[in-house]
């Protein structure tokens, strides 16, 4: 099971801060993520990282404004949004699959087998 926590309404040029544990889990290493979904659009790669070592993976559109880390004792990853702006609204999915060390963090909707419940976040103007 997934838990996200943190969303809410934000100014522009504002920061939040997402995040997501992992529970009830059978496997030892993981990637873990975030994709978001605005209305009408498709979902979308946030961010991941991985639990085993140190490697992460951030949307083009997001880097230098939004930083995962982890607290892997806690099978928890956390999101910091800085500089929001307005288009960053969604509501936000917090993502995880067992790691396979060999490839690299994978972007796309259809790798994560777990999903969270989504929260939302929106940014006004």
């Known amino acids: 099971q997934l838990q996200a926590s943190g969303g809410g309404l934000v100014q522009a040029g504002g920061s939040l801060r997402l995040s997501c544990a992992l529970s009830?889990?059978?496997?030892?290493?993981?990637?873990m993520g975030w994709f978001r979904q605005a209305p009408g659009k498709e979902r979308e790669f946030v961010a991941a990282?991985?639990?085993?070592?140190?490697?992460?993976r951030t949307g083009d559109s997001m880097k230098g404004r939004f930083t995962i880390s982890k607290d892997s004792a806690k099978n928890t990853v956390y999101l910091q949004m800085d500089s929001l702006e307005p288009d960053d609204s969604a509501v936000y999915y917090c993502?995880?699959?067992?790691?396979?060390?060999?490839?690299?963090?994978?972007?796309?909707?259809?790798?994560?087998?777990?999903w969270g419940q989504g929260t939302q976040v929106t940014v006004s103007s």
């Open positions: 990282i991985r639990r085993s070592r140190t490697g992460t």
């Open positions: 009830e889990h059978t496997f030892s290493n993981w990637i």
């Open positions: 993502a995880a699959k067992p790691e396979n060390t060999m490839r690299p963090i994978s972007t796309s909707v259809y790798d994560y087998p777990y």
